[in-house]
């Protein structure tokens, strides 16, 4: 189409999405734009049944309630707590702050976590920001390339004189989220459906460890030592070096290499540990 015969089929992309995105409808878009509703019939035609606008609206309603269903699969506890109109209400104000600018409606949610902090709904409830960051993390975490786990069986054959220098690296689909507050607590009671009952949680000092098995995710919390160990361990490390950096919480190297090989284990058994390539 040249632009004698009208606007080009990228102004047409735009004037839609611009139109199909207005926070208020599509009416108001074009009053705050300054555009009379008529001008929209000369690009989009209506008939009896449906003028341009009403037929616009069916887009602009399919879009934001499509973005909300996203919001409220990958944000189920946080929707739990808040209620169905209060998390209507706050993805308004997200997607307002934070339209959706990729392709895919996979990312959509991504800066939820840092959004929901700030928010008006955060005043009573100041964790509800750690609520959503772990929530976002399970839903990054699932999404992570699969690797195969070391196994016990891989490890009896490693001879003693190489323990050092074995590497130990997490399976990619593994987190380390801090947590200023014992989110996993009210996690737990909302899966016990307390949903907005569920206690408010203490403040701490904790990180949570996020990983998949297999199609699950799990999470647990940690405590200081594990969390520098695992700090440790997310950058890439060896047995030896783990061992090094223990040794200077504990009295012996006797001790830290004891502390290292309970690590190890509760890290095999939880399938945290990718197998070398």
Not at 76 to 81: G, I, W
Not at 152 to 159: D, H, Y
Not at 169 to 191: F, G
Request: with cysteine; charged share 25%.
């Amino acid at each position: 189409m040249s632009r004698a015969d009208g606007p080009t089929l990228a102004e047409l992309q735009r004037r839609f999405f611009e139109l199909v995105t207005g926070p208020e409808g599509v009416a108001r878009e074009l009053a705050a734009r300054g555009v009379p509703a008529g001008a929209l019939a000369a690009i989009i035609a209506g008939d009896a049944r449906a003028s341009a606008v009403d037929r616009l609206d069916v887009y602009a309603n399919m879009y934001f309630f499509r973005i909300l269903d996203v919001l409220r699969s990958d944000y189920p506890k946080l929707l739990a707590v808040v209620g169905d109109d209060a998390f209507h209400n706050l993805a308004t104000d997200y997607l307002q702050a934070h339209p959706s600018r990729h392709p895919s409606l996979r990312f959509v949610g991504a800066a939820l976590p840092t959004f929901v902090a700030t928010h008006a709904l955060a005043r009573e409830r100041p964790w509800l920001g750690a609520l959503a960051a772990l929530e976002w993390a399970r839903v990054d975490v699932f999404d992570r390339a699969d690797a195969a786990p070391l196994t016990r069986e891989a490890l009896a054959i490693v001879a003693p004189e190489d323990f050092a220098t074995l590497p130990l690296a997490p399976v990619p689909a593994s987190a380390l989220v801090p947590a200023a507050w014992t989110i996993e607590e009210t996690w737990r009671s909302i899966e016990d459906e307390r949903g907005p009952q569920a206690p408010a949680p203490a403040e701490a000092g904790h990180a949570l460890l996020i990983w998949r098995r297999g199609v699950t995710v799990h999470h647990r919390a940690v405590a200081a030592a594990e969390r520098r160990a695992l700090e440790l361990l997310l950058g890439r490390t060896t047995f030896g070096a783990l061992c090094t950096a223990l040794g200077d919480e504990v009295d012996s190297e006797e001790d830290a290499a004891a502390r290292a090989v309970q690590l190890l284990g509760g890290w095999l058994a939880d399938e945290l540990l990718a197998a070398p390539a």
